[in-house]
């Protein structure tokens, strides 16, 4: 049989003390018990004072010399596991005993900790209660809304949508569950558009898609300045635009719940206005009213929300009335935000820079999901002009920080505005921009640009080349 040593005997005994020694120390350590770093014993619960009084108790008596076996014990065992155990807990003994100078010192550090943690306790309790009182007064707000809405508003569209009751329930935002049935009624229905319709153009657009994919070459009548390639492009166009359509929501893509809705809204479009197309951006709009429409009434918003002036002028890539929008925001700009307005200046830096993408996707793609749909809900009050204030809004928020950039930190940071920009805030900005200038309010100020550009390619030939 193997000899085992002494030496080896002596080690084993005292790592086996070590541990059992560090399993009760980590239960008994009083840092750890008041900051429930671990659980606490049932029979291990003390209050302060009683610890206090234990504290001193034990500070208070003759400490017995060690033995040398003692002292080597000690300093295996001792291992501090918290501040708190430093203050509270006697120093080894192998080392000199606190004074009382100390021990007092101590203790007051002691108590102030425990006065931290329970303000800490209380400010954290006072959050959470403010938060939930928050969170009730806005759901009880809401429900308000939708009842107001439902049994005052809608019944009585004609009447009251203009009202000033109105207009501010709707700055306030429309409650999620009227929304959709607000944008259909604010939108209107000017081209007249049916649900028949609809499916005529859906179905249309199938046979087409189908037709493409088998290599048919066929050309209907009212397309006909339109090549088999330019459709074609346009299918495949509207295939990776749906799949980059709000990713992270993973619903528009492919295999989504609404992939086949977008798609077919999408396609129908191309086929009722063939003249216009797909233009990218497109599939953002339509993507927000699926969110609040069925597929059939989200198509009849969005024809008609794309026929309005500011959409079809982005939309047809009309240059010269792209400009004259151009124009007429720089008006206000320079009137409201006069500073920002002449560093921007300074740098080059031009409207079409930021605006093309906020107009073009109505900022669906630039702001927060829940942001956007607040301001569609004021621009569909508004119209057009919202658009612009709002871009004002924005530039005003953060006008403190743009001043102190250059010209590519301001283009990339206007191109991918915060992910967490804050809705009040946002529209408290808005709030403060006049659309008016020199007596003169947006709709005015753009009728004018118009006709001056008009004016000068009369007179000059060669502007309209």
């Known amino acids: 049989m193997m000899a085992i040593s002494p030496a080896l005997l002596f080690m084993d005994r005292n790592l086996l003390a070590r541990k059992q020694s560090a399993r009760l120390d980590k239960h008994n350590d009083l840092g750890w018990k008041l900051f429930g770093k671990a659980p606490l014993r049932e029979n291990a619960q003390k209050d302060s004072k009683r610890i206090q009084k234990e504290y001193e108790d034990k500070a208070g008596r003759p400490s017995k010399p060690p033995s040398p076996k003692q002292n080597v014990r000690k300093n295996l065992d001792f291992e501090p596991l918290s501040t708190t155990a430093l203050i509270l807990e006697d120093r080894p003994a192998n080392l000199p005993a606190k004074p009382a100078e100390e021990a007092q010192k101590h203790r007051q550090q002691y108590e102030e900790m425990v006065v931290q943690a329970k303000k800490r306790e209380l400010k954290e309790a006072q959050r959470r209660k403010k938060q939930l009182e928050e969170r009730c007064r806005v759901e009880e707000s809401i429900g308000n809304a939708v009842l107001t809405w439902n049994n005052e508003i809608l019944p009585n569209w004609e009447t009251m949508w203009c009202s000033r009751k109105v207009r501010d329930l709707w700055w306030q935002g429309i409650p999620p569950s009227v929304r959709g049935k607000v944008w259909s009624l604010a939108i209107g229905n000017e081209l007249n558009i049916t649900h028949e319709l609809f499916d005529i153009c859906l179905a249309r657009a199938k046979e087409r898609w189908r037709s493409l994919s088998t290599g048919g070459s066929e050309v209907e009548n009212e397309d006909a300045g339109f090549s088999a390639a330019d459709r074609e492009a346009s299918l495949e166009l509207i295939k990776l635009d749906i799949s980059r359509t709000f990713p992270n ?5 492919q295999g989504g719940p609404y992939h086949d809705m977008l798609h077919s809204i999408l396609g129908a479009y191309t086929c009722y206005r063939p003249d216009v197309g797909y233009v990218q951006g497109m599939s953002f709009i339509a993507a927000v009213l699926i969110l609040n429409l069925d597929t059939a009434d989200a198509f009849i918003a969005f024809s008609n929300l794309l026929n309005k002036p500011c959409q079809m002028a982005f939309f047809r890539v009309d240059h010269g009335l792209m400009l004259t929008y151009f124009a007429a925001f720089e008006v206000f700009f320079e009137e409201n935000l006069p500073k920002l307005f002449a560093h921007f200046k300074k740098n080059n830096l031009t409207p079409d820079i930021y605006l093309i993408d906020w107009i073009f996707t109505l900022y669906s793609k630039s702001l927060p999901l829940d942001l956007a749909c ?3 809900d004021v621009f569909c009050r508004d119209g057009e002009e919202f658009l612009f204030r709002t871009a004002l809004g924005i530039l005003k928020l953060f006008e403190d920080i743009l001043t102190k950039m250059d010209f590519i930190h301001m283009a990339q940071f206007l191109t991918r505005l915060p992910e967490d920009l804050p809705a009040e805030e946002l529209f408290a900005s808005i ?26 390619e009369k007179g000059s030939p060669s502007l309209r080349h």
């Open 249 to 253: 929501l993973c619903i528009f893509q």
């Open 431 to 456: 709030a403060t921009i006049q659309m008016q200038s020199r007596n003169k309010k947006w709709a005015q100020v753009l009728t004018a640009l118009q006709k001056d550009s008009r004016e000068m």
């Open 374 to 376: 607040r301001i569609w």
